[in-house]
């Protein structure tokens, strides 16, 4: 039991480096949303691929080492030509394959802060990241909205706020009741924060609220790691998101230091649901004490 409990730790561990190496024997799984519109797994974040006469948007790309296998994953669905690659921001998990997808003469949207930060090095808590080639940046970029109609259908791109990164972007399929959320949604567990890319977690809590006014109890929710969601599950994580803010802004109105706060075992309750990922509560209560206390 001990060896088989260690070896799961293990795997949890390193699946996050795993999921980075082996890309030999990753699979590209399309999982249908609605007709025409359809989220890839593979390694990485969450693809959305929508297709129709007018040509194929696609959200995200995960890492180049793929990017054959999504192109060949998509044309399967649908042969027509990729027109436009959105990222949701500027992590190489949903940016990697960007040089492969440009010269593809596909066309790459983002905010404006993903182009801005792919031209220098980025530095985070999860290691550096040097400047993008010129063939990964996005030729269009935004600042609030922008508007797609294509294939019938109105697609917006929102950033609400700063929040997992200062350039998430939702993407908003009107007609289909349809939406992925990048990083600004995840599943793994704790969500990333990253406070050197311009996160903030009051903005990734703002950026769920708004977020939430939109959906109904008929939305489906790609989120940028994980399986489809709805309304529900997106208001949960906003609520334990929102709880844990709020507690650990009383503990540094208190005056009391980060490493106090992670003995206040505000995170306990959420460590069943949210503990599985890559961060433990007490990671997530550090970066929330330091999101916060710069007040942002
Ligand atoms: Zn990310």
Not at 84 to 97: E, V, Y
Not at 235 to 262: C, F, N, Y
Request: hydrophobic share 40%.
């Amino acid at each position: 039991m001990k060896l088989i409990l260690s070896l799961l730790l293990l795997t949890l561990i390193s699946q996050h480096i795993l999921a980075q190496q082996n890309f030999d024997t990753v699979n590209i799984r399309p999982v249908k949303v609605v007709e025409n519109l359809y989220m890839l797994k593979g390694s990485g974040g969450n693809i959305g691929v929508f297709f129709g006469k007018d040509g194929t948007l696609m959200i995200d790309d995960q890492f180049a080492p793929l990017s054959n296998k999504i192109n060949g994953a998509i044309k399967t669905l649908d042969p027509g030509e990729i027109k436009f690659l959105i990222n949701t921001h500027l992590h190489g998990d949903h940016s990697g394959g960007n040089e492969n997808f440009k010269k593809m003469g596909i066309t790459i949207v983002a905010h404006d802060q993903v182009r801005e930060r792919m031209l220098t090095e980025q530095k985070s808590s999860r290691g550096t990241a040097p400047p993008r080639d010129k063939d990964a940046l996005p030729a269009i970029t935004f600042a609030d909205k922008l508007n797609f109609h294509l294939n019938e259908e109105d697609i917006e791109l929102i950033h609400f706020d700063k929040g997992h990164t200062d350039g998430d972007v939702i993407v908003h399929f009107k007609k289909a009741n349809v939406y992925h959320t990048g990083d600004a949604f995840v599943r793994y567990g704790y969500p990333f924060i990253d406070l050197s890319s311009g996160g903030s977690l009051n903005g990734f809590v703002n950026t769920l609220d708004k977020l939430l006014l939109l959906l109904d109890d008929n939305s489906k929710v790609i989120p940028g790691h994980g399986e489809l969601a709805t309304k529900a599950d997106v208001k949960a994580v906003r609520d334990a998101m929102a709880d844990i803010r709020d507690q650990v802004t009383a503990a540094l109105k208190k005056g009391k230091k980060p490493e106090e706060i992670t003995a206040l075992n505000i995170t306990d309750k959420y460590e069943a649901a949210y503990g599985k990922g890559f961060l433990k509560g007490k990671d997530f209560v550090l970066m929330a004490a330091e999101s916060l206390a710069v007040k942002k």
